[in-house]
């Protein structure tokens, strides 16, 4: 009889399902190539934010003329010289700790308008979800890189603080809509319902009961977001109308493969900005779809 006891005890403690980081960890580890991506992403923030305290930024934003375009090796420059006879390999590190902390500050801020904008939307539904999605929609039928790029062009002595703050202004709509959607189901069930009844708040409903709920959305959407932010800021800078050229970025540096001669024979300038761009897009990628796949049982790979 004891024995029974012991295994059903055993059976019920290993059919147990995983739960919240438990799951988190299983899909990584069942998904190779996003573990390894979550490994080589890790290292590249880890080298880009630590980086820079061993490089002197004053000096490394120098211009030197009879530096400029320096082969990689040549005169101590690892990855070669610019235009100026800055060094590329110092540009490469400032510059990406700059793009990355644009993502992740453009990410997060929207993120929190998102989730502000979404839970009041889709709780309280009726004419303040009306109103409000009417407003989200009109942001969005607007032609928003041209508006971006009017802004960039007026506001006199333009900073990267300026560029967050545009940035955040547009591209909040689209996590609205999306948080919104995912609390109008959760608003309608009986917990809600339940916690209504027993006289909680809308403030508590909504922060503490139905913003858990929805975290692993929140997560996923946060994640994907980052590579499409840092793309964003690549792109304008590119154009021209990002980041001053006096700020290094990732798109700064690409931003000087404008001519046949750098592109095909000086690719040391701008070839390492774009590398490194295109392995931190796929490895976030590569995350976010095991975050998303962790989220929704059905796409679990175990």
Known sequence: MAQDKKDVTKESTVSTPPTGFQVIVREFLKDKIALAAL?????????????????????????NILQR????????????????????????????????????TITILTCIIGII???????????????????????????TLMIIIVFVTVIPNYTL?????????????????LFRTRTLQEASLD????????GSSDLQIMFREILPNISSLIIVNLILRLAGNIGIETGLTYLGFGLPYTTPSLGTLISAAKTQD?????????????????VMMLCINYIGQAFQRAADARQRLG
């Open 262 to 278: 750098i592109i095909e024979n000086k690719m040391w300038v701008w070839l390492p900005a774009t590398i490194l761009i295109l």
């Open 191 to 198: 917990y809600v319902n339940a916690s209504k009844t027993l």
């Open 161 to 177: 603080f300026h560029f967050i703050l545009i940035m955040t202004l547009f591209y909040w709509v689209g996590s609205a809509r």
């Open 39 to 63: 490994i080589i992403l890790t290292l590249i923030f880890l080298f880009i934010y630590i980086g820079p305290f061993f490089i002197n930024e004053a000096t490394a934003l120098k211009v």
């Open 117 to 143: 904008v979404g839970l009041i939307s889709g709780y309280y539904g009726k004419w303040v979800d009306t109103t409000l999605m009417r407003i989200v929609d009109f942001i969005m039928i607007l032609p």
């Open 69 to 104: 375009y320096k082969a990689p090796g040549v005169n101590g420059y690892l990855l070669g010289s610019d235009e100026g006879g800055r060094d590329v390999f110092a540009m490469l590190v400032i510059g990406a700790r700059n793009s990355v902390t644009i993502g992740f």
